[in-house]
């Protein structure tokens, strides 16, 4: 015996919740179900920001947003259009969340915490009466002549329509894959480098606020503050770096060489600047006058790395010398050995391939009535609440097709 539905929506996440939200809302003639395999669903809007849930990004031109999406770039500027950051605040705003800006441009609820957000999905769906079953682990779909029959751990049901809101899911890419579909095979986004330097073991927390940084032997690069860390480094700078160059760098085993410009001036310019140190500052002691509003630790470091002794002043620097400072600030070298996960929130680039999903109802090209909502396509983002307003968008979209259809 299985349970018939009109609409099943597999993954209790943010996309899954969002969409079955809009369609009893607009339709609550309509059954619809969310299969979760979990105890409970929203994992990831819990952890999100640090457990705010950064809930999306005040960024509010299409053609400037989809900047944000290493994939998916050209294909989110038209559903973007449709369904975006502004229409993400007065979704939830209508439903009692007020959202706040941040000085980065990151958007939270104004509660600061994920549990506002949660909250309010759970009251919608309850509301709404969509019928959220957890424990319910999907083990396999097949798509029949007017409808789809899911067996999962709990039993059996169809539906007429099905969504796929799963986000990262192995399982469920091998089961779309068995339909038909291509899977780009996944691998890590948005994670922080693993780099073992004395020039940073000992100053964890320091922050250099405007740094350019480019992947040796590659055309990747990007800019912006860098974290030192216990264990390497972090921050928007490297993020951005480990989103475009997800896949470039899964090849190269996560092992590769960094160059990094602390200052942003070329070596021309720095070593001119030096010099002029040199004649300025002749009888201060180099070690303890950090220039180029570099933090203090940071400075020293670098000058230390430089052949310099902590009691040498600025007259006592011979030519090798202050080259060798040019090159720390400017083109310093750092190898990194590894990656680690960002704040605990787990991205991967990989999914069903863009070429197979209709952007303008994200309906599968392969399979009709079959839809697909967030990260379960090959879709994804730098970190400031861009993976969410992606979810946010293709759930609206393909919640609002199925209702059309």
């Avoid at 079955?20 to 309509?30: F, K, R, S, Y």
């Avoid at 896949?247 to 060489?257: D, I």
């Avoid at 970190?383 to 919640?399: D, K």
Wanted: charged share 25%.
């Amino acid at each position: 015996m299985n349970t018939q539905k009109d609409i099943i929506i597999i993954g209790g996440g943010a996309a899954g919740f969002f969409a079955a939200i809009n369609i009893a809302e607009q339709h609550p003639e309509l059954s619809v179900a969310i299969l979760e395999r979990g105890k409970e669903g929203l994992q990831k809007v819990k952890i999100s920001g640090g457990g705010r849930c950064n809930v999306t990004h005040a960024e509010f031109i299409p053609s400037e947003l989809v900047l944000n999406y290493p994939r998916g770039e050209k294909e989110l500027l038209g559903p973007f259009h449709t369904f975006m950051t502004g229409d993400t605040i007065t979704w939830f705003e209508e439903r009692g969340v007020e959202l706040k800006i941040e000085e980065d441009g990151r958007m939270f609820p104004v509660s600061n915490s994920s549990q506002t957000i949660i909250d309010c999905f759970l009251n919608e769906a309850e509301k709404h009466k969509v019928e959220v079953l957890y424990n319910h682990s999907v083990k396999s779909i097949q798509a029949l002549e007017n409808n789809f029959l899911i067996e999962t751990s709990q039993g059996e049901f169809q539906s007429e329509k099905l969504l796929i809101a799963t986000g990262s899911n192995p399982k469920i890419w091998n089961l779309l894959e068995d339909l038909g579909h291509t899977i780009i095979q996944p691998v890590p986004s948005l994670f922080t480098f693993d780099i073992n330097d004395k020039r940073i073991k000992d100053i964890p927390g320091v922050v250099a606020k405007n740094v350019d940084i480019k992947v040796v032997g590659t055309d990747l690069e990007s800019n912006g503050p860098v974290l030192i860390t216990h264990v390497g480094m972090s921050a928007p700078a490297i993020l951005k770096l480990s989103a475009f160059g997800a896949v470039e760098l899964a090849k190269l085993n996560y092992n590769f060489k960094i160059e990094i410009n602390f200052i942003q001036l070329d070596v021309e310019a720095c070593l001119e600047q030096l010099k002029d140190f040199k004649q300025e500052y002749a009888k201060k002691t180099v070690v303890k006058l950090a220039q180029f509003d570099l933090p203090k630790r940071l400075w020293t470091q670098l000058v230390l790395a430089s052949d310099i002794n902590e009691t040498m002043r600025w007259a006592d620097l011979n030519k090798q010398q202050l080259e060798a400072l040019t090159q720390q600030l400017t083109k310093a070298i750092f190898q990194v050995t590894g990656k680690s996960t960002f704040k605990d929130e787990f991205v991967t680039a990989g999914g069903v391939d863009l070429k197979e999903v209709n952007f303008k109802t994200f309906e599968s090209k392969r399979i009709p009535n079959l839809y697909f909502a967030g990260e379960v396509i090959d879709v994804d983002a730098v970190t400031g609440g861009f993976n969410f307003q992606n979810a946010w968008t293709s759930a609206y979209i393909a919640s609002t097709s199925i209702m059309l259809r």
